[in-house]
């Protein structure tokens, strides 16, 4: 056997023993990431609803004054609705202005398996299922269940929170995101939910990836056959 081929020979039984199925994994298997907006103000919010609703109210007012038959030589009324709606979108672009100023953009990636099953475990041991309690207690009792479990979730998920000004904030402490589910809209926290879910269970990517007539336009359903943290 030449030189050339024993040293080819001991190459690859070198590769072989040096072969690492923990480093395959570790380079390979990888989480989405995206960004979801958040809102904290919902004074303001609240307030841009308002307005949009009264501009269109008085919009349409004035064009249902306009096609009266009886209107043809112009509409004083609507002359005055079509001014009040136009002061009115001004101050529509300053809420919406400070609203916006109250925005975080929170970039968020998939918590791995071996996270989420921990957390799935703990939530059980933490909040375990009593036969004897009433079905409103255990309904109580699954609530809290989930609350806790979509916290350490989302915890666990969030990679970094930017404000408005793109300052990044990053301390964000298990004590922050708990705060952050204590205090923002219900809308904004199941943003946060809903995302984490996606990018931690986004199953159905994996089917697309498998064939290759596969339709990416097509919608798909990620957070099928997922654990019960919605609520």
């Known amino acids: 056997m030449s030189d050339t081929i024993e040293a080819a020979e001991a190459h690859v039984e070198s590769m072989k023993k040096n072969f690492s199925l923990a480093d395959v994994l570790a380079n390979k298997v990888t989480y989405p990431t995206d960004t979801v907006d958040i809102f904290l103000d919902g004074a303001s919010a609240y307030e841009v609803v308002r307005l949009v609703d009264t501009i269109a109210d008085k919009r349409v007012e004035a064009q249902n004054l306009r096609a009266d038959e009886d209107s043809i030589a112009g509409s004083p009324e609507a002359d005055a609705l079509d001014a009040e709606s136009d002061a009115l979108e001004k101050d529509l672009e300053a809420v919406l202005d400070k609203a916006a100023k109250s925005q975080l953009t929170v970039t968020m990636k998939g918590v791995p398996s071996k996270v989420w099953r921990t957390v799935d475990s703990l939530a059980r041991r933490k909040f375990p299922i009593d036969k004897n309690k009433s079905h409103e207690e255990?309904?109580?009792?699954?609530?809290?269940?989930?609350?806790?479990?979509?916290?350490?979730?989302?915890f666990n998920s969030i990679?970094?929170?930017?404000?408005?000004?793109?300052?990044d904030i990053?301390?964000?402490?298990?004590?922050?995101?708990?705060?952050?589910?204590?205090?923002?809209?219900e809308s904004e926290w199941r943003k946060m939910v809903e995302l984490q879910n996606q990018l931690t269970f986004?199953?159905?990517?994996?089917?697309?990836?498998?064939?290759?007539?596969?339709?990416?336009?097509?919608?798909?359903?990620?957070?099928?056959?997922?654990?019960?943290?919605?609520?």
């Open 202 to 231: 986004a199953n159905s990517m994996f089917d697309g990836l498998a064939e290759n007539d596969a339709d990416f336009t097509l919608l798909s359903s990620p957070d099928e056959a997922t654990p019960d943290t919605q609520n």
């Open 138 to 154: 255990s309904m109580e009792e699954n609530i809290k269940r989930n609350e806790w479990q979509n916290i350490e979730l989302v």
């Open 170 to 185: 990053s301390d964000i402490t298990h004590d922050a995101v708990n705060g952050l589910y204590n205090n923002l809209y």
């Open 159 to 167: 990679v970094s929170i930017t404000d408005a000004d793109g300052n």
